[in-house]
């Protein structure tokens, strides 16, 4: 018997030390995932600084709490509350339109904001409880002021399924010539007109081509976010190409008319 009971205190032993074991091992995994994502973290910053003295911009770590008031026409910058901007590249770059040129502002970067939510929990005696907790949300963005002084307000995004009903009961969106195009992207405008001079046949194939997501022109700015995703990045220098490959796309008549201020 006494054995026995000693092979039983060496095996309860035995697994007290094993147990505190795999404590120590998933402690240092965390620690060592904790310092990668703090690495993953200071790298994205160092290339978002080396973008920004790229391109003759400034690069602003610090928050900034005026970003939604100052950008208040975009809805993704009016969810939640306690919301503010930062790691912002900001500053003027250079646009060229055919034979015109001069000058934009760039803003992008991220924006956090909150939200409370409720949730309901059932006990072992089937009793709910509801409780409310807040929830943290962070994305990425770019944002180019086009130096126009009236510009219709335009959105392109992808079709959803929503969008199909509200079609069916006579809500349509701009139908173009390309089936392809309107089957898969949603474009609307206050202006059919500059809507069909922007989104030409040239465009519809650029577009069908980047596959673009939101692409939202309010207030003489666009817009590229999903209002969800942080970006990469490589993704900020991606989203600056892209919208300057997308401005050359439209028509030199257009440019023209916005540039001396006429309706279109």
Request: hydrophobic share 40%.
């Given at each position: 018997?006494?054995?026995?009971?000693?092979?039983?205190?060496?095996?309860?032993?035995?697994?007290?030390?094993?147990?505190?074991?795999?404590i120590?091992v998933?402690?240092?995994w965390?620690?060592?995932e904790?310092?990668?994502?703090?690495?993953?973290?200071?790298?994205?910053?160092?290339?978002?600084?080396?973008?920004?003295?790229?391109?003759?911009?400034?690069?602003?770590?610090?928050?900034?709490?005026?970003?939604?008031?100052?950008?208040?026409?975009?809805e993704?910058?009016?969810?939640?509350?306690?919301?503010y901007?930062?790691?912002?590249?900001?500053?003027?770059?250079?646009?060229?339109?055919?034979?015109?040129?001069?000058?934009?502002?760039?803003?992008?970067?991220?924006?956090?904001?909150?939200?409370?939510?409720?949730?309901?929990?059932?006990?072992?005696?089937?009793?709910?409880?509801t409780?409310?907790?807040?929830?943290?949300?962070?994305?990425?963005?770019?944002?180019?002021?086009?130096?126009?002084?009236?510009?219709?307000?335009?959105?392109?995004r992808?079709?959803?399924?929503?969008?199909?009903?509200?079609s069916?009961?006579?809500?349509?969106?701009?139908?173009?010539?390309?089936?392809?195009?309107?089957?898969?992207?949603?474009?609307k405008?206050a202006?059919?007109?500059f809507?069909?001079?922007?989104?030409?046949?040239?465009?519809?194939?650029?577009?069908?081509?980047?596959?673009?997501?939101?692409?939202?022109?309010e207030?003489?700015?666009?817009?590229?976010?999903?209002?969800?995703?942080?970006w990469?990045?490589?993704?900020?220098?991606?989203?600056?190409?892209?919208?300057m490959?997308?401005?050359?796309?439209?028509?030199?008549?257009?440019?023209k008319?916005?540039?001396?201020?006429?309706?279109?």
């Amino acid at each position: 018997m006494e054995k026995v009971a000693g092979l039983g205190i060496l095996g309860t032993v035995g697994l007290a030390v094993v147990g505190f074991g795999l404590i120590v091992v998933l402690i240092v995994w965390i620690i060592k995932e904790a310092e990668k994502a703090k690495a993953r973290a200071a790298a994205r910053l160092a290339a978002m600084r080396a973008l920004a003295d790229q391109h003759g911009l400034s690069f602003r770590a610090q928050l900034d709490d005026s970003h939604d008031e100052e950008f208040w026409h975009f809805e993704i910058f009016q969810r939640g509350f306690a919301r503010y901007a930062h790691n912002t590249i900001v500053g003027e770059i250079g646009l060229e339109f055919g034979d015109w040129s001069g000058t934009g502002r760039v803003k992008s970067g991220d924006f956090k904001y909150k939200t409370r939510e409720t949730y309901t929990t059932t006990d072992s005696k089937g009793r709910t409880t509801t409780r409310t907790r807040i929830v943290n949300h962070n994305f990425s963005y770019f944002i180019l002021e086009l130096p126009f002084e009236r510009m219709p307000d335009m959105v392109i995004r992808r079709e959803h399924l929503f969008d199909r009903l509200a079609s069916f009961f006579g809500k349509d969106d701009i139908d173009f010539e390309s089936s392809e195009f309107s089957r898969k992207y949603f474009v609307k405008s206050a202006s059919r007109k500059f809507a069909y001079d922007v989104v030409n046949q040239r465009m519809i194939e650029f577009l069908l081509e980047t596959q673009p997501g939101l692409v939202d022109l309010e207030n003489r700015r666009i817009c590229l976010s999903d209002g969800y995703s942080a970006w990469g990045a490589d993704r900020f220098g991606a989203s600056l190409d892209w919208t300057m490959k997308f401005l050359e796309h439209w028509p030199a008549f257009l440019v023209k008319d916005l540039q001396e201020g006429k309706q279109v």
